[in-house]
């Protein structure tokens, strides 16, 4: 059974960092692109970023780039995300993601963040 | 960025009726290679997002074939053939033709 696991979430002030972590099994992890999604508290989805199946290409969302960074380790198939200068507007549960044929499938159970003071 | 519009809103339904749920995107949705990459996802309450249908019209595993998806260019439907109570939740239109890859604004699926 393919499965994603987050990890990592909790409750942080403005400006302090977090590292969250995704642990995927029953698929080839190093064959797929992943994602991070996350979803502010009732609202809609919005992607984070991605990582190529080999690490080589990351990609983000312009109002994480700079702060956070996605990361891969394909031997411990892992999936990461490092939130450094966390603001409030970051505050969302954060779900990692395989990609499939250009689109996310499955998603993990996600960890929620939350920045506030 | 593309924008997805997704109409209705909120849909309640009863169950063992059909239900049927639009979006539309600001600029065509075929990519240079000829695919149409529009999903669609479902959110069951306190759950994660799910996929139900991939590049217009195809069910992802697991997916009952009461799901379908069509549609083309810009225009999209997902409809649910007889809705019953485990389909109660919010529905997600993505388009992963242009990057950054978006979502629309999300489609409540009510029980009357």
């Known amino acids: 059974e393919v499965q994603l696991v987050e990890s990592g979430g909790g409750l942080v002030q403005p400006g302090g960092s977090l590292r969250l972590s995704c642990a995927a099994s029953?698929?080839?992890?190093?064959?797929?692109?992943m994602s991070w999604v996350r979803q502010a508290p009732g609202k809609g989805l919005e992607w984070v970023a991605n990582i190529k199946k080999d690490g080589s290409e990351k990609y983000y969302v312009d109002s994480v780039k700079g702060r956070f960074t996605i990361s891969r380790d394909n031997a411990k198939n892992s999936l990461y995300l490092q939130m450094n200068s966390l603001r409030v507007e970051d505050t969302a549960v954060y779900y990692c993601?395989?990609?499939?044929?250009?689109?996310?499938?499955?998603w993990g159970q996600g960890t929620l963040v939350t920045v506030s003071s | 960025d593309i924008v997805m519009t997704q109409t209705p809103l909120s849909s309640p339904v009863t169950l063992g009726q059909p239900a049927s749920i639009s979006c539309r995107s600001s600029?065509?949705?075929?990519?240079?290679?000829?695919?149409?990459?529009l999903s669609w996802l479902q959110q069951r309450p306190g759950q994660p997002p799910r996929l139900l249908i991939y590049?217009?019209?195809n069910r992802f595993s697991g997916v009952p074939d009461r799901f379908s998806g069509s549609g083309a260019g810009t225009d999209f439907t997902l409809k649910i053939s007889r809705v019953e109570a485990e389909d109660v939740g919010v529905y997600y239109c993505?388009?992963?033709?242009?990057?950054?890859?978006?979502f629309g604004q999300g489609t409540r699926v009510e029980i009357k």
């Open positions: 993505m388009q992963a033709t242009q990057f950054p890859w978006t």
């Open positions: 590049k217009i019209s």
């Open positions: 029953g698929f080839t992890f190093s064959s797929y692109w």
């Open positions: 600029q065509s949705l075929i990519y240079s290679d000829g695919n149409t990459y």
């Open positions: 993601a395989r990609h499939f044929d250009y689109s996310y499938g499955p």
